[in-house]
């Protein structure tokens, strides 16, 4: 088990957005997370990478509670999350993004020896870190927007961009909030096929999404969510059927 | 040793209560409009230079000299706003450096002309009250009175018409207020017209107490800006608590500790309030 | 690329043009506050942190410098080196205060404005150290050794000139050695979104603090030059007209670049000399400048001058 919810809860003064949800996920899963809009999809991802303190719960990452460390303390133990708002430092460019994300994969790759970057003198490192940028964009497909300033692309590359800059952070385990939304059809395929290579390579993965079709493509397991709480759990097929999930999207006449 | 306390307190109440004015200036600009006026002592300067050149030099009565005075500073301010402070709205870096400039062109005009050296109003009210033990000159109640009264005034004046709603409405959301038909423009000059003003009132209140000269812009718009802080930006009754407290803290550290670091007493406390409350003792938290 | 060469390559061969001292003179002291330019714009160009706390260090080191060759019968360089580490104690205890509590812009310059004040006044009140507001007068000199010569004092303009032109040169040569380095590409991403900083996994507070430090350290030799170079010390050193002129300088020639404190520094220092006035008409053009320029060409000199150049390219 490399991340558990146990029992998250929030309450947001008279509010309560999510209420005592559990569920876990295994190293090498992709998990889908679905509900309609104000379901708590994304409050309840925001806790999981720490960003949003529980009311109540606890978040297990690797054995241990990690839903009052910094998000800094987080991101370099493998969990990093993407938003559903695209963040991105719009005043410079692609490449300079992805390598200001380079910060912990330098960091792991070097360790104190980076210092030795200050005097100019780590070649290496530099050159491997410049093709794990490319890589990393090419995967992405921003190869051709690498001097763009990011602040110029349009919506769906600003989205990839976040996931690349995400990657970039060689996670363990990535957390996407909304991936798919607002993205074109073409966008989606290409999304779709960055994240199975993704997955392919070892990064577990936890999606957020209202897109059904989106998640049905990609997800293994699939936790529904509906007024905070959890209403089903299981396969795509099964979970899609459930009568409690139809019946929170569509009302109950469909049920 | 009460006496000598409570003389203290009175007396830095009344020193605060002329922090508190400008503080008042400061909050309400930075509060309503965004733009820092850290040039707001000048204005005070130029109010006293102006007073003591009407009543001196003009032969107006002081009470008389006032209210051209405070206008002159207001006209001041108006065409400074005019020309550079209305373009740094909500930019902090760029309103400091106008304010730098503005603060060197002015007090170096008024060096030129008036040189360093201290001039002095004679006395408008002489005498003073006794309270128990404690003298109290009465030019200096007076100037407190009027100080409180124009601050009470502002903020009644603020919190119950069409215009303070508007200003506050503008300071919340430019645009929003735009679309509902209030003047920003408008709004912007009114706001530096009147806290350049207040200035300058306090600038010629000023001069009936203490001796002039080019520099004393510098220390109180310090000054103001630290009680401003201290009340909480956007507060403007707390203006006013911030600049009294600031006075009595200074003026009764001065009795149990060294005098030379009266103005670190006033510090010490405002980083410590910094630090645990940082919108102030009556700002709103966001 | 060309430009910079032209620009240090024309510093260097100044002095065998002009054979003035005034001139000299000009350019020593706009080196010296050059480095005081520098390293604040490392922590507020670079890193986003308007702090007021410059003038403090560079006060700070100027008195220990001096009292450590005095009374410890140190040489000159070796006593700028517990200066800078004092330096760097002030900025960790100060930037640790602020950047813990998370102050926001507005509230960091004014919290390193108060503890600038703070060491102000200590500095203007220990009389038996720092001799109060009379100041202390400083009559050694700072010595090299020379290939050939030996241990020479550093006198006369020429001398002072290259001395601070290489050390200039130097502080210049350290904060890009580490803006281009991982820890610069952390201070921008710092400066441009803290949130977004974090997720990516920088520790903020701790590279806030390395800023901090690092630009304190740099600035505390500035502090021991001048202090040499002039032959007096005082409490003004640390006062709040250091910081705005300071701050001015940066922006006049372009925060967020090396070379533009620099010539912010340039022009501060010398336009006022170059035009005869009375020092009040004097103030009275550079509080103007300073105003032209923020409201005209808010990049500052180099700042605009670049943008220019990258429009033409385009």
């Known amino acids: 088990m490399l991340l558990e919810a146990r029992n998250l809860t929030k309450r947001f003064l008279g509010l309560v957005a999510v209420s005592d949800v559990s569920f876990s996920v295994d190293a090498g899963e992709i998990v889908g997370v679905i509900g309609p809009n104000g379901s708590g999809k994304t409050t309840l991802l925001s806790m999981m990478a720490g960003m949003l303190p529980p009311s109540d719960g606890a978040v297990v990452w690797k054995g241990e509670e990690i839903q009052r460390l910094r998000t800094d303390v987080i991101a370099a133990r493998g969990l990093v999350k993407t938003f559903q708002n695209p963040q991105v430092f719009a005043e410079l460019s692609v490449v300079d993004n992805v390598l200001v994300a380079s910060h912990l994969a330098f960091k792991h790759a070097l360790g104190t020896r980076r210092a030795l970057d200050l005097v100019g003198l780590e070649h290496r490192a530099d050159l491997r870190l410049a093709e794990r940028v490319r890589e990393v964009l090419a995967l992405c497909n921003l190869a051709d927007a690498t001097d763009q300033l990011a602040g110029n692309l349009s919506y769906g590359e600003e989205k990839m961009l976040g996931v690349a800059m995400a990657l970039m952070c060689e996670p363990e385990m990535l957390l996407l909030d909304e991936p798919a939304s607002g993205l074109g059809r073409e966008e989606i395929e290409n999304l779709t096929s960055v994240l199975r290579r993704v997955h392919a390579a070892g990064t577990t993965l936890c999606l957020v999404d209202h897109k059904i079709g989106f998640l049905r493509g990609l997800a293994e397991r699939v936790i529904a969510l509906n007024y905070g709480r959890k209403i089903a759990e299981g396969t795509p097929e099964k979970v899609l059927v459930d009568p409690a999930v139809v019946e929170a999207y569509l009302g109950r006449a469909h049920a | 040793m009460t006496q000598l306390v409570l003389g203290q307190v009175l007396n830095g109440a009344i020193v605060g209560s002329m922090y508190g004015i400008i503080a008042l200036g400061i909050t309400l600009t930075f509060g309503i409009t965004g733009i820092v006026n850290f040039a707001l002592g000048e204005f005070m300067m130029i109010g006293a230079y102006a007073t003591f050149a009407l009543a001196e030099r003009g032969g107006l009565p002081y009470p008389v000299a006032v209210v051209p005075a405070a206008c002159i500073a207001a006209a001041a301010g108006y065409l400074c706003n005019k020309a550079f402070f209305r373009f740094t709205r909500g930019n902090l870096v760029n309103g400091l450096l106008v304010s730098i400039g503005l603060i060197s062109v002015f007090e170096s005009a008024v060096l030129w002309y008036w040189s360093a050296t201290p001039i002095e109003m004679h006395y408008v009210l002489p005498g003073a009250i006794r309270l128990g033990d404690v003298t109290l000159p009465k030019m200096k109640l007076l100037v407190f009175a009027v100080i409180v009264v124009v601050i009470v005034l502002t903020y009644v004046g603020l919190a119950r018409t069409w215009l303070g709603r508007a200003s506050f409405a503008y300071a919340q959301n430019a645009e929003a207020a735009t679309l509902m038909g209030v003047h920003t423009e408008r709004l912007v000059t009114a706001v530096m017209l009147y806290s350049t003003g207040l200035a300058g009132l306090g600038g010629a209140l000023y001069a009936s107490l203490y001796s002039l000269e080019p520099a004393l812009g510098g220390v109180y718009v310090l000054k103001g800006m630290e009680a401003a802080i201290l009340g909480g930006i956007g507060s403007l009754m707390g203006s006013l608590w911030g600049g009294v407290i600031l006075g009595v803290i200074e003026a009764v550290g001065s009795i149990f500790l060294p005098t030379a670091f009266r103005d670190a007493y006033g510090l010490v406390v405002l980083v410590a309030i910094l630090l645990f409350r940082p919108s102030g003792l009556f700002g709103d938290e966001t | ?314």
């Open chain 3, 1 to 314: 690329m060309i430009a910079r060469a032209i620009f240090w390559g024309a510093l260097a061969l100044l002095p065998l043009m002009v054979k003035t001292d005034f001139v000299l003179t000009i350019f020593i002291y706009a080196f010296i506050f050059g480095i005081l330019g520098v390293t604040f714009d490392l922590v507020f160009g670079f890193t986003g942190q308007l702090s007021m706390f410059h003038p403090a260090v560079f006060g700070v080191s100027a008195y220990m410098t001096h009292l450590l060759v005095v009374n410890a019968k140190l040489p000159f360089w070796l006593a700028t080196l517990p200066a800078a580490a004092t330096a760097v104690v002030l900025s960790i205890v100060v930037g640790g205060i602020c950047f813990k509590f998370r102050l926001k812009t507005f509230y960091f310059a004014v919290v390193t404005l108060a503890f600038s004040e703070m060491a102000r006044l200590i500095v203007m009140n220990w009389n038996s150290v720092t001799n109060g507001t009379l100041g202390l007068v400083v009559s050694g000199k700072p010595t090299i050794w020379w290939p050939g010569a030996g241990v020479v004092a550093i006198k006369g303009p020429v001398a002072w000139y290259y001395l601070t032109l290489v050390w200039l040169a130097a502080t210049v040569f350290v904060c890009a050695r580490v803006l281009r380095s991982w820890m610069g590409r952390a201070f921008g991403a710092i400066r441009l979104n803290e949130d977004l900083a974090r997720t990516l996994g920088i520790n903020v507070f701790r590279y806030k603090l390395v800023s901090f430090a690092l630009g304190s350290a740099l600035a505390s030799f500035a502090g021991g030059l001048y202090g040499y170079y002039t032959g007096y010390i005082d409490p003004g050193y640390l006062g709040i007209n250091q910081s705005m002129e300071v701050l001015a300088m940066v922006l006049l020639g372009g925060q967020g670049t090396l070379t533009g404190p620099i010539v912010g520094s340039l022009v501060l220092t010398g336009l006022p000399h170059v035009i005869d006035l009375r020092a009040e008409a004097r103030a009275i053009l550079y509080g103007a400048i300073l105003i032209f320029t923020i409201l005209v060409m808010p990049r500052g000199i180099v700042g605009t001058l670049r943008a220019w150049r990258a429009r033409r390219a385009a």
